[in-house]
């Protein structure tokens, strides 16, 4: 769903026509192309496949009076299980696919095609999640995976190899580099290294499974433990001087600019762009009247057949709603992010993980909208999924503004013109549904009715958050005066703190 | 499922890490965005509810005694009807909006909302074709459409004149031309046309709603019969001299530069990328043995149970390579095509109206694997999908031959290196499926499983073209010489059209 754009221009004279770059080289190299469109089409391909997943967990059908305390724990708890491996493992396929195509940059037929096997066999790892699902006693399931893993890692080192045959097509850092070796060893150790575990998981698989479904786990967090290791041992007992200039050259390539910030504004693009559209489709199949019924029930008058459905309108409407804005905050902070570090990768990962459970918010809120005795406990599940996909994203900004000067535009770190208005922003989201979550306790009368109108109203609140962040900084500017604090301070405050712009 | 990319490149001295470029200005116009990622949010959005539609198609139960011909007349028309709509009037709406943003070439948060909304009452559209279709005898459905599409038209009608009040939003050109006012009504009237014709049908639909279908059909195809009007004319009486003059800026901007190539492939790769995910769902939600099953039936032998589902995996991977390589092909013809024109536009979209047809093709020939009387018709289903989808893909390339200069790069135009190559990589698929059509109709024991085969197969043929280029060009050669015609013609062929290059 992408394709190369040029680059943002930033400055009024926009050409009214990108001229389009020639992409190929003449001669011998004649068959290279630039590899944007493959890698965006990747990007469609993982993140769809890593949120399509939460449609079993969605349809799953609850019985109206089943309370849903128990059915959340007996039946969704193996598919919600499913969508959470799916959803982590695909992510750091992903992370790898990253990797590789940093070092490889041009591609041609052959690297094109190799690319399409892997991405068969990663949009085929669902199933074999599935199976392990259903039958956790058996080990076939986890033999599938493994095995799917292994292969997929061999294409990819095919890749890495086809890639160091053909000079050409690899990054100019590495192509003028002279220890290119050194560079081939490092990505295919990046790239075996999920694999080689699931060649072992693979083993364990015949004789002590459980063993397999570890190493599994280690697969997924295996990047980041290391990485808080190493962190660990250079707070505690500070960096090795020879092994830090032994690395120095892989750590300006490979460390510096962990993940490309275009790469992971495309993955999440897409994760939001599903999610928005899955709701659709259960409108479509579950909430359109059946004509033999219109006839004898409501005399061929249509509209009072679908006002039965006005709360499954009204709950998709806000779910949509939710999740436009939610891309809407996270369009807005990524403006500003200038570099995107593993950490945040991270957050970003499991911000999305809570996003692709939108659905499920959305089902379980229109499906209890009739007085069930579950519907608190909806909105409630609506507010959790909610609250954790927009607190992730906040946390980025948090993250960010640590190592401010690399990672954020001037803009927005503290003390910049735009800093109080993003941190409105990005709070809205996580105040909100807390608040709502709150108001399910308190209030006997909640519904989700009143929970849908809340969500809609939300982008109202957008449009006038300048405005509110305006009045709020002026009211605690006057706080601050009449406690007749020094004029110094204020000032201060003022030039630290005041959004000076308008909408208009 | 896209970002900004830097631009291609075409040089080997790609830069390791693109320098993010500065997005924003700073002072008064402090609000201002690049509109890349929005129009690839918008792209992705509005390629999966495109194709989403697909699935109620395929989800259709066909009982598998009762004959498919007339199964597929009564249960499935409807639901086709539906998908091809709805694929049709989004690719209108797509159309409109890639029209509009090439005025508006900076975004703030209000056009990022408004577009947004937009998307929101588009994505809600293909309920009212389910509407329509499950109740053709009552103009409620389309007068929920039309409805849904005036207040689409009036947003977007916002949205310019939101840009045409801050005219540093603007594309470059318009913002020093001297006529704003010209480029406003011109653009109001492209964007207003369709829903101008919907607030007609709207009205139609109180009191003779036969005549709202019509309008209807009038929104998909009114640009191109005006096109097709516009050409005869020229054709037969000769181009008005005065009315060309005055429209001659007007053309430089619109006309010459149709769609943007950059979102013709991001729409494209949208529909690739869920027409390969949306099959995994069925194998999952479809294929997993059930527990107890296995228990009873197979001795908690998971393996034996799972052979039964052999015949959908290999379906699966059939599908799924199908759809890969198509994008392949898809991606390879863009390379060369410098612009894409209003009828290559129109071209694509026929194809991509048939990629989307493939989740039926997969569960057709995997339903119906079974030996069942419906086999063979799954199959001719199956190779007509293909066959279309690969035909137009076809006709892009003839018809941006017939405007070579214009339209394709050097390379592969006729007498260029490449253009042997191309016509093969293009013309493999409608004979394959051609091929495989008539062997079904001249075998009687050709079965699904071979025709899975042979769409595994498929690939090596690419991976081997190149060669069976050179051999065919070889042959033909070697043909020529044999009949002895002169020297001179003989040469000007070997320049014409031998591919020079290897892969290597």
């Known amino acids: ?44 391909l993982l993140s769809i496949i890593a949120t399509v997943m939460i449609l079993p967990v969605a349809h799953t059908k609850i019985h109206p009076d089943q309370k849903l305390g128990e059915s959340v724990q007996q039946l969704l708890l193996t598919k919600i299980a499913v969508y959470l491996m799916t959803f982590l493992i695909v992510t750091v396929a992903w992370t790898a696919h990253v990797r590789l195509f940093q070092v490889i940059v041009l591609i041609d037929d052959v690297l094109a095609l190799l690319n399409l096997a892997c991405m068969m066999l990663i949009t085929f790892l669902p199933y074999t999640f599935s199976l392990m699902a259903s039958f956790p006693g058996i080990p076939f399931g986890i033999f599938m995976f493994s095995t799917c893993a292994v292969v997929i890692g061999l294409i990819q080192a095919v890749i890495v190899a086809y890639g160091f045959y053909h000079p050409y097509l690899l990054n100019h850092q590495i192509q003028v580099s002279e220890n290119q070796a050194f560079y081939k060893h490092r990505i295919l150790q990046i790239i075996l290294r999920g694999p080689v575990l699931c060649f072992l998981a693979a083993i364990f698989s015949f004789f002590f499974f459980p063993m397999s479904y570890v190493l599994l786990g280690l697969v997924i967090f295996l990047p980041h433990i290391t990485r808080l290791i190493i962190w660990c041992k250079n707070k505690t007992i500070g960096p090795k001087e020879d092994e830090e200039s032994h690395r120095l050259e892989a750590f300006t390539f490979y460390l510096n600019d962990p993940l490309s910030k275009e790469r992971v504004e495309a993955f999440s693009d897409g994760v939001y762009a599903i999610v928005a559209t899955l709701l659709i489709l259960d409108i479509c199949e579950d909430n359109v009247p059946d004509s033999k019924e219109v006839k004898d029930k409501f005399h061929d008058r249509l509209t009072e057949a679908l006002s039965e459905y006005g709360p499954n309108f009204l709950a998709y409407f806000a779910s949509f709603v939710t999740t436009g804005l939610l891309w809407f905050v996270h369009h807005s902070l990524f403006l500003y992010i200038t570099k995107a570090t593993r950490f945040m990768g991270l957050l970003n990962t499991f911000s999305l993980a ?100 809340m969500q809609i109203v939300v982008p109202f609140a957008f449009m ?38 308008t909408l208009s």
């Open 1 to 44: 769903m992408s394709a190369p754009r040029p680059q943002a221009e930033g400055e009024l004279a926009a050409a009214p026509v990108p001229a389009p770059a020639p992409r190929r080289h003449s001669g011998e190299l004649g068959s290279t192309q630039a590899s944007q469109r493959l890698l965006a089409y990747s990007d469609a």
């Open 464 to 501: 006038a958050l300048r405005i509110l962040v305006k009045i709020s900084l002026a009211i605690m500017k006057s706080m601050l005066s009449l406690s007749r604090r020094k004029n110094v301070v204020l000032d201060e405050e003022e030039t630290c703190l005041s959004p000076a712009e």
């Open 354 to 453: 809570f996003i692709g459970g939108l659905p499920l918010a959305y089902q379980l809120t229109s499906e209890f909208a009739e007085k069930s005795p579950n519907e608190i406990e909806a909105i409630q599940v609506s507010c959790v999924i909610t609250f954790f996909a927009s607190i992730f994203q906040f946390a980025i900004w948090i993250t960010a503004l640590f190592h401010e000067r690399e990672t954020l535009h001037p803009l927005v770190r503290y003390g910049g013109k735009e800093h109080a208005f993003m941190f409105a922003k990005l709070a809205l989201y996580p105040c909100v549904s807390l608040g709502a979550f709150f108001l399910t306790c308190l209030l006997s009368k909640f519904s989700t009715a009143i929970f849908h109108i």
